[in-house]
């Protein structure tokens, strides 16, 4: 890649009209300004702003726009898709608040702000989000993806519960969004992904949920337990909203005793209806195989994102995932088999319930695509600085392994940049059709370069 330059008069002007800081690929705070969880393809921006304000975003913005140049924007960095080469980058991490108003049931929740924040501030009110399953991510990139969560099953999309959006577009104007202003764009934001503006906030429905009943079970990895829980969710109520992880765990101090160097499957569950009940719930799975390590309890929401406890390590990640229709056995236990313990580099087989209220669309409609998903699939490798071809050709085949039962993808589950048609699968063909449209009224010179672009109606 090569970092194109950027007007010196940009780099002075944002210096003297932004409070955050300002760097270049010369300046000491380049590197961790433009860095990320995802170290695989990282932004190489002419120049980075550390936004700490809405006005700061609308100063980077309008000098990216005065100069046509290209604009990224960065929150935690878990999902970078397509790297940026040259222009702006903003880094949101610094603009990161939560307001809660208990009485109407929502939260202001900035651009930069991680889930665990959001979710510590409603708990205070016995209020909780529809947050993932990360605490580190970002939730406001997140909820333009669709965002599944903890409890996606009962009660939907994140994106199902925005309220309303603070957007700055590349005509410098910083818009309020909502269902009577700007209602295509409101639509296109909410499960569309980031190509139509620079979202600085989003008002979101929070729900009465204080404690749950969740937690993981670890197993032995193979296709009868993964036959076990695929005939456990066909008859799950929407209280319970659980996936399924398989890899193999190194043997190295930190990984459990019980499960160290083995191929471990882990079925994480949470469960939103009565607390007693819960216990009840998981007791079929538990009862599938032998258990090599549970942590399902009653907890606090507050304490959620103990559930899947993911590692949140900056490594280099790519992924393929599918949203399906049905779940076909034989083929997940061939891609079990392909993906075992004899692999040579890492890999992650990540399996998510659907269904439920996920299948329900909001009272305002909105961008998210394949509602009638049954499960989402995910493969991941882990890799150092570069993808390789066998990396590639793994998650190209389990791919295959499912395209009689694949009906598109997710933006959220993907890591690493997708191809032009990639994007278009996320959606349904006129709804893509009609965000292409909102993308060219909005940005008709593609300057904001989201994660997974739609591009602008030609």
């Known amino acids: 890649m090569t970092i194109t330059s950027t007007p010196s008069a940009v780099v002075r002007a944002l210096s003297d009209r932004v409070s955050g800081p300002v760097a270049t690929p010369s300046s000491n705070s380049y590197e961790s300004e433009r860095s990320g969880l995802q170290r695989l393809g990282r932004h190489r921006p002419s120049l980075v702003v550390g936004a700490t304000s809405t006005e700061d975003v609308r100063a980077a913005v309008a000098a990216a726009a005065d100069h046509d140049l290209p604009i990224a924007v960065q929150a935690s960095g878990h999902g970078t898709g397509v790297p940026l080469d040259g222009g702006v980058l903003i880094t949101t991490g610094r603009l990161a ?26 708990a205070a009110h016995g209020l909780a989000p529809l947050s993932g399953s990360a605490p580190g991510v970002g939730a406001v990139p997140y909820t333009l993806g669709g965002g599944v969560g903890l409890a996606a099953r009962r009660y939907g999309f994140a994106a199902d519960r925005v309220r309303r959006l603070e957007v700055v577009t590349v005509d410098g104007r910083v818009r309020r969004v909502d269902a009577e202003h700007d209602p295509d764009l409101f639509w296109a934001l909410r499960g569309g992904g980031g190509s139509f503006g620079v979202v600085t906030g989003m008002e979101i429905d929070l729900v009465p949920l204080r404690r749950i009943y969740g937690g993981s079970l670890f197993f032995d990895a193979g296709p009868d337990l ?27 101090p930190g990984v459990p005793e019980p499960l160290r160097g083995r191929h471990t499957a882990q079925v994480a569950a949470v469960w939103t209806g009565r607390l007693d009940r819960g216990p009840d719930a998981v007791a079929p799975l538990r009862g599938a195989a032998p258990v090599l390590r549970d942590t399902m309890r009653e907890l606090p929401y507050a304490e959620s994102g103990t559930v899947y406890a ?149």
């Open 310 to 458: 993911e590692p949140d390590h900056p490594l280099g990640y790519r992924s393929r995932n599918m949203l399906l229709s049905d779940l076909d056995p034989a083929a997940a236990a061939e891609l079990l088999r392909r993906t075992g313990p004899a692999l040579p580099f890492m890999t992650v087989v990540g399996l998510r319930h659907l269904g439920g209220a996920l299948a329900r669309g909001p009272e305002s409609p909105n961008a998210v695509g394949h509602r009638g998903a049954a499960y989402l699939l995910n493969v991941l490798t882990v890799a150092g600085d570069s993808d390789t071809a066998d990396r590639a050709a793994l998650r190209s085949g389990a791919a295959s392994l499912f395209a009689d039962h694949t009906l598109g993808r997710s933006l959220n589950f993907s890591f690493g940049p997708l191809a032009p048609e990639e994007v278009r699968e996320a959606f349904a063909p006129a709804d893509f059709d009609r965000l292409t449209r909102i993308k060219a009224d909005t940005d008709p010179g593609d300057l904001v370069r989201a994660n997974h672009p739609v591009p602008p109606l030609a």
């Open 97 to 122: 608040g939560v307001r809660v108003d208990p009485a109407h049931r929502t939260a202001w929740v900035e651009a930069g702000t991680p889930w665990g924040d959001v979710v510590r501030a409603a």
């Open 226 to 252: 993964l036959d076990a829980w695929y005939a456990w969710t066909r008859n799950a109520p929407e209280d319970l909203t659980s996936g399924m992880t398989v890899l193999t765990l190194p043997d190295v």
